[in-house]
Each structure stands twice: as C-alpha cells, then as structure tokens.
C-alpha cells in the first residue's frame, strides 16, 4: 500500500523527462533570444552612435554624396554622406531582381507546366547546385570573365552597377526559381482543368489563371531574392569597383552598403568615427531586411488561396 | 430526332492496360442521362473522352468513333478550344478560380473574345440565373467566388459554362462533395435546364439518376452493360448485373 501511494505521489519517470526536455528547449529559446536582442541591441547602438556621439545629422548622412568619415570637409564637418551606397545598393537590387524574375517564371513554368517530366528531372538539380556555389565562387567569376567583357564593350574599368547586376542575376535567379516553383505547384490543378474545360488554350491557362492565382506567392519569390541580392556582399565586393563614388552610369565604379562594410570594417579602428560609420551602414541593412520580411508576411497573408 | 451525340465502339488504354472496352452510347439532346456503376468502372474516363480532356493525359490512345452533330469529335481538324466550348464539363469538387464571381463567369466569353461590358453583364445574369444561384449573388459579384459555400460555388462553376452557352454539359459526380440540400438544388437546377440542354452525369447516387435521369448506362469493369430509359431499367432491369448492382450486392 505504502509502495503504491509513494509511487503515485512522486513524478514517474516519463513525466520527469518531459520536464528535463522543456527545460532543455527553453533554455535554447531564451540562448536564441538573448543572441537576437543582443545582436539588434549591438548593431543598433553602434550605428545610432554615428548621430548621437559624434553629432552627424540624420538628414546629411542619408542624402550626403561625399563619403570620407577619417577626415573632415571645409567646413570642419565629417564627410559620412551614404547615398551613393544607398544608391547601388538598391539599384543592383532591383535590377537584377527585374532581370531574374522573367527568366525564373519562365523556367518554373517550364518545369511545372510545359515539360513537369523532363524540367524537374535536369532542371531541379541544376538550381540546386546553382544556389549551393558559394558567393566568392560567383565573385571570382564575375571579376574574370564580366568585368574585361564589359572593360571591352563600354570602355571604363568595367567594374559597376551592371557587373554587380549580372552577377547578382546569377546568384538570384535560382532562389526566384525554386520559390516561383513552389508557388506554381500551389496552384490546385482543378484551376487547370476548369480552365482548359471552358475553351483555354494551354498558354491562355497559364497567363489568366495560374499566374494570377499564383501571384501573390511569386512576389513573394521575388521580394526574397531581392532580399539576397541587397544582403549579397563578397561577389559584389568583386565586381562592383568599391569606390564610394555616386553612380553616374552603370559602368562607373562605385560600391554598395555592404561591400562598402566588408572591404573596411577591418580598418578602423572601434569606437572612432569611421567605424561608428559603417555600423550605420548596418543598421541601414537591418532596417532594410526587416523591411523584406514584413513585406513578405503581408503579402503572403493577403494571398493565401482558400479553398 | 438523331442523337446530338454518338459513339461507337469505343476502346481506351491508359499506357498498356485498357480502360474501356468498347462502349456503344448515344446521347438525345433536351434530356438527362445518367452513368452509373462501381467505383473504377471508367465513366470519368468515357466522360472525358467526350470533350477531350484525356487529351491531356499522357500515354492514352483512344479508338472508336464519336459523331457530334454529325461531325467526327477526333477528327485532326477538329478545333479543340471550340469543341470545349461547345461541350463543358463540371467537375466532382467545386473549382470556381480565385477570381470574383463576375470574373468566372466572364471567364469564357472572354477568352471567346466579348468584351463588351453590357453584353458580359447580360451573359452574367443569365447564366447565374439559369443555374439558380442569381439571388443569391447579385449583391456579391465583386466578391471571390471562393467565399461561397460549397453548393453556391458549384452552381458558380455551372454558371460559368452556361455563359459560353454550350450545346452539352458533362458532369462528374457534381454533388458527392455537397450536402443533401446544396445537391437538391443542383437536381432541381438541372431538371430546369434539361429544356435547353443535353445533359450528361455521372453519379454514384443511384436515388438521384432515379430522379432526374432519362436515361441510365449501367457501366461494370470497361464495359457498357446496359442503357435504357431511367424507368425501365430501375423496375425491370434486362441484366442480372444491372439488378445485382441496383439492389446494392456490388459496388
Ligand atoms: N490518368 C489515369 N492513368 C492511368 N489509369 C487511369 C487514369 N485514370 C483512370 N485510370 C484507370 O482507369 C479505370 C477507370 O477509371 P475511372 O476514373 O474512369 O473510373 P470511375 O468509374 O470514374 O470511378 P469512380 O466512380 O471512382 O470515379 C480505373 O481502373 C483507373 O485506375
Ligand atoms: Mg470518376
């Protein structure tokens, strides 16, 4: 009797390992937690620094051209102005972006609709090892074989805005890919049927229905290779030129927010000016991913297709 | 009155393995008639041949002849989007497009290339009232035709085909998703559409061709076993199949 009460008062052994696995799980989640906030936490008093230590003016540092943080201008004021990165960093973002989405549904739609047999067989592994390069890989070859091409055709250094888009077309076009797949496959083949019931051709399906139907997951496809294409910092580093210079074409040299933070970070010196400055940059960066994120979050909750 | 639709001896494998063993059926237009049998039979799949959508699947050859109006429906001139247009089919599930409900049943005149705005909203109206479901969406037509129910949304789908006005309409098994009221209003809907059209249903409910098919196939393994008028064959089947099958020993 004693025996049988003791062994229903105490924890048995499965409801013992159940609290032994909670603890473990949330001790990971607050170790995650803490990571995250001290990380924002970090990147976030760093660059707010530039503003409130050393007094920079929000305005001139968003909209200023000339960008030498170690020295001061004629008027005795820090040159920080990040537009020109600003600048590039969007403009190759959304180049490339304009140029890869084309080509990704096109090739999505190949393998989901014109040839599902033979496209998934070749074409899948192929993005799987497109995404899988590594950047510098992406970078090395872009400086090779890019730059002199475009040395060539226009003259110039070749480095710029349209070498940083070409490589950047490369390395967003499989995740457009494979995401735009993904959206496609979502698509309930009852909307084909109906489709090519009332009279549609093939072509008429896939342009009235299954890309509208699908659209609001193919933004999203879209917005997560820009995502990458903005975040995206060796092989633009490679091609791009780095010279903090304002675009005057796609062909003059000039450097994004992040090649501007990988080629210097390691030059200066923590807590002076120049680095207080970079980290504004990366704020700027986290700002603008965060961005992304929320777009993504209201896009694909508009676009849930119900059924 | 000659059939709107006959076929002859139509046999039908999917890769190697043969669906239909030749199936002799014809069809009168201003009537209802029923495919019935067992799961796996091939009724979808004689169905389909009717307006081509095995077409789409890979690897099947069809053989047999199908006269539609007199004309061969395989012949290689054969215009494939007019055919379907001509002969629309419903589906088992509801499947209007995620587009509003104005949009769906537009959605074949424009594709035939109406755009005139008073013309499609005359269509739109007619439609949705010939299928029964016009009072209940004329406040709505903006709105997605996917936030109806399920028994709106199929009488949505029937509407969009009435829009193209065809001369047959196929359905397959178009109430086994819906409740026994949505279904009830689909019967009525095609009993008032019978005047009109020719219509062809396949349906497992065997309570349900008894009440609005003219005619019944009795279809078992591929072949076609027997084809009469509804009220015959249901009192005084002519196959000790048929009977077995109509007093629920198979199937
Ligand atoms: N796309 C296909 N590829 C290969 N075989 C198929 C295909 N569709 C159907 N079949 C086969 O053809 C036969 C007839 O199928 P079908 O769908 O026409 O039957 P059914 O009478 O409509 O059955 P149910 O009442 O379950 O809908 C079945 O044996 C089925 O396995
Ligand atoms: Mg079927």
């Known amino acids: 009797m004693d025996d049988i009460q003791k062994k229903l008062a105490s ?12 603890i473990i799980s949330y001790s990971c989640i607050a170790a995650i937690i803490i990571l995250v906030i001290s990380i924002l936490y970090f990147i976030t008093s760093r660059g707010l620094a530039t503003f409130l230590t050393d007094h920079v003016n929000l305005w001139q540092f968003l909209t200023g051209k000339d960008w030498n943080p170690g ?16 600048v590039t960093s969007f403009s190759v973002t959304i180049l490339s972006a304009l ?50 091409v475009i040395r060539n055709l226009f003259g110039g250094t070749g480095a710029g805005i349209l070498a940083g888009t070409i490589v950047l077309f490369v390395m967003v076009l499989p995740t457009i890919t494979s995401l735009a797949v993904d959206a496609l496959r979502a698509v309930p083949a009852y909307f084909r049927s109906a489709s090519l ?28 290779g820009m995502a990458r294409a903005f975040g995206e910092a060796l092989a633009v580093q490679m091609v791009i030129g780095n010279a903090v210079l304002m675009p005057r074409n796609l062909i003059t040299p000039t450097s994004t927010l992040t090649s501007q933070l990988t080629t210097n970070i390691g030059n200066t010196i923590m807590g002076t000016l120049p680095n207080n400055a970079l980290w504004s940059l990366a704020l700027i960066l986290l700002l603008m991913s965060l961005v992304f994120n929320l777009l993504v979050r209201y896009i694909g909750k508009r676009g849930e297709i119900k059924s | 009155m000659p059939a709107i639709l006959q076929t002859k001896n139509v046999h039908l ?33 004689f169905l389909r041949c009717l307006n081509r959508m095995n077409d789409l699947i890979a690897n099947t050859t069809i053989t047999g002849s199908f006269q539609f109006h007199g004309q061969d ?66 406040d709505n037509l903006n709105k ?88 015959k064959m ?13 007093n629920g020993k198979f199937g």
């Open chain 2, 73 to 138: 429906l395989y012949a290689p001139t054969t215009n494939l989007v007019e055919l379907r247009k001509q002969i629309g089919m419903v589906f088992q599930q509801p499947n209007p497009f995620p587009f509003s409900v104005y949009e769906n049943v537009t959605y074949g005149l424009k594709l035939a290339g109406h755009h005139e705005r008073k013309f499609l909203d005359e269509q739109v109206e007619r439609a949705l009232k010939q299928a029964a479901v016009w009072d209940e969406v004329k």
């Open chain 1, 99 to 148: 140029v890869a989405t084309p080509f990704a549904i096109a090739v999505a739609l190949f393998m989901t609709d014109i040839a599902p047999k033979s496209g998934t067989k070749f074409l899948q592994p192929v993005i799987e090892l497109l995404v899988g390069i590594p950047s510098v890989v992406y970078g090395f070859i872009g400086l090779t074989v890019v730059v002199p």
């Open chain 2, 144 to 231: 997605s035709a996917m936030s109806f129910s399920g028994g709106q949304q199929q009488r949505i789908c029937i509407a969009r085909l009435l829009a193209v006005q065809p001369d047959i309409i196929l359905l397959d098994e178009p109430t086994s998703a819906l409740d026994p009221i949505s279904s009830a209003q689909i019967e009525e809907t095609l009993i008032t559409l019978k005047k009109d059209y020719c219509i062809i249903i396949v349906t497992h409910n065997l309570q349900q061709a008894s009440r609005i098919a003219d005619r019944t196939a009795f279809m078992l393994n591929g072949n076609l076993v027997e084809y009469d008028l509804t009220s």
């Open chain 2, 13 to 45: 494998s999917y890769g190697s393995k043969e669906a239909l063993h030749g199936i002799n059926l014809d069809f009168d237009d201003h009537s209802i008639t029923a495919l019935i049998g067992p799961s796996g039979c091939g009724k979808s799949t």
């Open chain 1, 11 to 22: 924890p048995s052994k499965a409801s013992h390992e159940d609290i032994v696995g909670r």
């Open chain 2, 234 to 246: 249901f009192t005084q089947p002519a196959k000790q199949d048929t009977s077995d099958y109509l």
């Open chain 1, 71 to 86: 020295s001061l201008n004629a008027q005795g004021k820090p040159q920080v102005g990040a537009l020109p990165m600003i």
């Open chain 1, 197 to 224: 019931a009332l009279g549609a051709t093939r072509f008429q399906t896939i342009y009235k229905v299954l890309l509208r139907a699908a659209m609001p997951r193919l933004l999203t496809a879209v917005i997560f």
